[in-house]
């Protein structure tokens, strides 16, 4: 039976000795310099989003740019914004709809560094408990069903916009928050009828719970949607920007390296709990090596589309938001 550890679900701190985005490998110092700041912090959640940070801990990427860093583990990306704003992190994972939420309402001062991870159909879907039927999008009318914290996350977005391109109401819906950690457990307990599911959570849920696939959010009008990247305060990727180049080709490499299912089985049990027999199992979306302003550009359109939820405060455009490294 595949367990995960409560560790995966909590607040945790693990800490860890562990560019431009073109992927080159170099030196500490990237060919123009020590990096100002080699003891950075990193936030990062227990989900397949974040495995290619533990990845480059693992293979030692971030120490071949000259970075030891330490990474702490949270329950969600959310409750990282606070940390951010203080300067307490240096980097952080973020789903991108909570990031624009936040930058948008100027709540959070911090620009995209690197992307982090892209759905596909088969990696971030709706599960729907034992014994419930889901035949069609109109089925879940009437249902409980799990978003993640806060409402209008990535996926909840997802999920409405899918559901209205396939003449199902969205508003006739019973919305629980519940994070993705948790999903297993509220479809056993009944607590939902449904949750939307990313890995290793998914899979945990059809081996160990008999959860079945109901519904595909990334397909059509969402094909290959940008789901998360990494984020960094404005002021310190100002004032460090050799520590920025260096964390973005350690990710980089990390990124590519993540392809690689026997690297994810290095790092997916301390990160998650899930084993390393059943990583083979999982859904995987892709890991960009690169960040385009225009692919990001996608979220924020989605996000228009329900203005109610996404609550964005100004008309935005991703270029605004993505870190520039300065002119040399």
Do not use: W
């Not at 560790?7 to 560019?19: E, P």
């Not at 329950?75 to 606070?82: E, K, R």
């Not at 690297?263 to 090596?289: A, H, I, R, S």
């Amino acid at each position: 039976m595949l367990r995960l550890t409560t560790a995966a679900a909590a607040i945790a701190l693990l800490a860890a000795g562990c560019g431009i985005l073109d992927g080159s490998s170099s030196d500490s110092s990237g060919g123009s310099g020590q990096v100002e700041k080699p003891n950075i912090h990193i936030g990062i959640i227990a989900s397949v989003d974040d495995a290619p940070v533990k990845v480059a801990e693992k293979l030692g990427y971030f120490k071949e740019e000259g970075l030891d860093p330490k990474i702490t583990l949270f329950q969600s990306a959310s409750q990282t914004q606070p940390l951010l704003n203080k300067g307490d992190l240096d980097f952080s994972l973020m789903n991108y709809v909570s990031y624009f939420q936040a930058a948008s309402k100027k709540t959070l001062d911090a620009k995209i560094v690197a992307d982090a991870y892209q759905g596909t159909p088969e990696s971030f879907v709706m599960l729907a408990r034992k014994g419930v039927t889901i035949a069609s999008p109109k089925d879940f009318e009437g249902k409980k069903v799990s978003v993640h914290q806060p409402p209008g996350n990535i996926g909840d977005l997802l999920f409405r916009s899918t559901l209205r391109d396939n003449g199902a109401d969205p508003s006739k819906v019973t919305y629980v928050q519940v994070p993705f950690p948790n999903i297993p457990k509220a479809l056993e307990s009944g607590q939902i009828d449904a949750g939307i599911a990313i890995e290793p959570f998914m899979t945990q849920a059809e081996k160990d719970l008999g959860a079945t696939r109901s519904l595909k959010v990334i397909a059509g009008p969402t094909l290959d949607m940008p789901l998360s990247g990494y984020v960094s305060p404005s002021k310190f990727a100002q004032e460090n920007p050799k520590t920025v180049a260096a964390f973005q080709r350690a990710m980089t490499k990390a990124q590519r390296a993540s392809g690689d299912r026997g690297n994810l089985q290095k790092v997916m049990k301390e990160l998650t709990g899930v084993d390393e027999g059943t990583v083979p199992l999982l859904n995987l979306g892709v890991f960009p090596t690169s960040l385009d302003a225009t692919r990001v550009q996608r979220v924020i359109t989605l996000m228009r589309s329900y203005p109610e939820l996404s609550q964005l405060r100004e008309d935005i455009q991703a270029t605004s938001y993505i870190y520039t490294a300065p002119s040399s």
